[in-house]
C-alpha cells in the first residue's frame, strides 16, 4: 500500500539525514536557543548509555553515532516542531511536507510532551530499523492514528493521504485527478477493513500488511542502515 511504503521511506529519509547534515545549517537553528549563556538552562542531557543500550536495539556504539548526529541538528538536546519541520522539508524540496512531519512528530514525540528528546528519537529508530515486523507495524499505525483512539477510519486515512500528495509535490505521478484521494482511501478500506465496520483496528491493519509483500520488502529495507 502506498501509505505504508511511503511513510517507511520518509521516516528513514529523515533518520538519513540526521548523519548527514552538518552544523553550517545555521538558518534552521534559529528558534534553538542555544548560545552558551542558555545552554545551562534549555539543553536537555540524555539518559545514560548504559539504560538506552538495554531499553533499545543498540550496542553502546551505535547509541555515541545516533548521538553525535543527533546533537549535529540540536545542540540543545531537543527538536520542537517547528525545527522538525524545517529539516524534514529538505528532503521534499519540491512539495509541502509540513502537515506530514507534523504527524510523524507527533509519533516521535510519544509522551506528546511537544518535543523530541534523544530518548525518543533512539525509542523510534529501535523499533524501525531492529524492531519485529508486529513492533514497526504497531508503529506506523499509531502514526496514522492520528486521534489515538486505537482505529485508523477513512477520515484521518483521507488527510494522511493529502498529506503524502502534499509532501510529493509536483513529482506526483501519476498526475494528481480529483478523486484520486478517495480512490486511495477506498482501496485502503477495502484490503484492511476485513469486517467492513468502518474502521481499521490494529490487528486488521497487521494482518493485511503481512499479507503485502510489498509492505514486507519496504520495513526489511533498512534493517541494517546502522
Excluded at 56 to 74: A, T
Excluded at 90 to 114: E, I
Aim: glycine letters at 4%; one cysteine or more; proline letters at 2%.
Amino acid at each position: 500500500m502506498l501509505q505504508v511504503c511511503v511513510a517507511t521511506d520518509a521516516v528513514m529519509g529523515l533518520i538519513m539525514g540526521t548523519f548527514s547534515m552538518q552544523g553550517k545549517q545555521d538558518n534552521y537553528r534559529k528558534d534553538r536557543v542555544c548560545d552558551d549563556l542558555e545552554l545551562s538552562v534549555v539543553c536537555h542531557r540524555p539518559e545514560a548509555l548504559d539504560l538506552l543500550e538495554a531499553q533499545s536495539n543498540f550496542n553502546r556504539k551505535e547509541l555515541q553515532v545516533l548521538y553525535r548526529g543527533f546533537k549535529n541538528e540540536c545542540p540543545s538536546g531537543v527538536v520542537n516542531e517547528e525545527t522538525f519541520k524545517q529539516i524534514y522539508s529538505q528532503f521534499f524540496p519540491h512539495g509541502d511536507a509540513s502537515t506530514y512531519a507534523h504527524y510523524l512528530f507527533n509519533a516521535f514525540d510519544s509522551s506528546q510532551s511537544g518535543s523530541i528528546k534523544f530518548e525518543d528519537f533512539v525509542t523510534a529508530l529501535s523499533i524501525l530499523l531492529r524492531g519485529t515486523t508486529t513492533e514497526k507495524l504497531q508503529w506506523t499505525f499509531n502514526l496514522y492514528d492520528i486521534n489515538k483512539d486505537g482505529y485508523i477510519n477513512k477520515e484521518e486515512m483521507t488527510d494522511i493521504v493529502k498529506a503524502i500528495y502534499d509532501m510529493m509535490g509536483r513529482f506526483t505521478y501519476p498526475a494528481l485527478k480529483t478523486d484520486t484521494t478517495k480512490q486511495h482511501v477506498d482501496a485502503f478500506f477495502q484490503k484492511m477493513d476485513k469486517n467492513r465496520d468502518g474502521v481499521v483496528t490494529l490487528d486488521e491493519f497487521i494482518l493485511s500488511c503481512q499479507e503485502d509483500e510489498n509492505i514486507m520488502r519496504s520495513l526489511q529495507l533498512f534493517e541494517n542502515v546502522i
